[in-house]
């Protein structure tokens, strides 16, 4: 179990207590703003994209969409999302747990910079009804992210194209 995986991974940090689980599901930014009380802006979901072969996460605020030009400025490849199949093989973690954390080897974790207006934020932890409060700095620190970047769009309350 992917949940499972998270925890122990967290335990070598002395914060698998912090993991929370939930009776009721977590999968999408809306049910898990639900599940913790807290609004969806600030739920850190994690898209998984194919770049050159190689698997990458894009962690974003909950409300931010993925920009294609910009996600293509950055990346120099057309966004293309890995399918439900791939991201379990190539990232670990099915859709609706998908985290930075307990990855497969190979993964790139890049943060973007939607998620900086937050002191605190609440990625999920490899199941779709599991949670985490991380501060920025945390998540930089056990998200072993590779770069901050700007690829998305809509959190700004800008016009969406």
């Known amino acids: 179990m992917s949940v499972e995986q998270v925890k122990a991974y967290f ?27 807290c609004e969806g802006a600030r739920i850190a979901k994690s898209l998984a994209f194919m770049v050159d072969g190689e698997p990458v996460l894009v962690v974003t605020a909950g409300d931010a969409k993925i920009d294609n030009r910009k996600f293509k400025e950055f990346f120099h490849t057309k966004a293309k999302m890995t399918t439900p199949e791939e991201t379990v093989v190539r990232i670990g973690h099915a859709i609706g747990g998908v985290c930075p954390f307990a990855l497969k080897e190979g993964v790139t ?23 985490i409060e991380l501060t920025i ?14 690829v998305c769009k809509g959190w700004q309350g800008e016009e969406e194209a």
Not at 109 to 118: A, P
């Open 11 to 37: 335990k070598a940090f002395g914060m698998a207590d912090r993991v929370r689980e939930f009776e009721v599901s977590s999968a999408t930014v809306e049910l898990a703003a639900q599940a913790l009380g």
């Open 109 to 131: 974790v890049y943060l973007d910079v939607s998620l900086r207006r937050f002191g605190t934020v609440y990625p999920a932890c490899g199941s779709g009804n599991s949670a």
């Open 137 to 150: 700095e945390e998540l930089e620190t056990y998200s072993s992210f590779k770069a901050w970047v700007d």
